[in-house]
């Protein structure tokens, strides 16, 4: 689920007027419909796993397969636990946006209960800064992008990074380039593992 240093794809952005309509937005110079995701162009990454891995750095494309699918962020197995049903996650300072006592915003994919121990012994910011819980749902409601503002003859200037940009914010929806899927975790529990 790590990204390798081989799989780091250059953006070469600008802005383009959509077929059929008459709004401009962000693409790429050779358009792939795979390009976009929930409406919002998404960085494109390789999945060939060439050259070194680099930990924490989590490919694009299996950053939103482990959200999506529940997925553990190490050995990408389910991390829905078989006997309560709920979906174990590592929870970092850095990852996580508090929003009630049992809910938060988080960019980062869930541990399973198997991959926990070994998560939490190689990352030693992890272990400083990190809890374990387990959650009931997790629903994707937003990106963290890039931003970009139209510059002369259709290119792209950058103006922002790692911007939460939420599903609900479609106004912003044409001039990001999303990086990683956030979800809203609900029904968060602390678990006696440290
Ligand atoms: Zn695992």
Known sequence: MIA?????VEHRLLFA????SR???????DPRPDDWACGILRARSRQDRRG???WRMLNVRRQWLAMLGGLCQVCGMTGRD????RVWWVITETAFRAMSRDSGLTNAPPTCLACIPESLAHCPRLRKSSAVYTVTRAEP???LADTFTPGPEGTAIHTGHNVYVGFDEF???????ALQLVVRLEG???????
């Not at 106004?171 to 380039?177: D, E, I, N, Y």
């Not at 968060?188 to 440290?194: A, G, H, L, N, T």
């Open 188 to 194: 968060m529990r602390r678990e006696p593992i440290s």
């Open 23 to 29: 709004d401009i937005r962000l693409a790429y110079p």
């Open 82 to 85: 078989p006997l309560t049903g």
């Open 141 to 143: 409601v937003g990106v």
């Open 171 to 177: 106004a912003m929806h044409t001039s990001c380039l």
């Open 52 to 54: 070194q891995p680099l």
């Open 4 to 8: 390798w240093s081989g799989e780091a």
């Open 17 to 20: 007027e959509r077929h059929l």
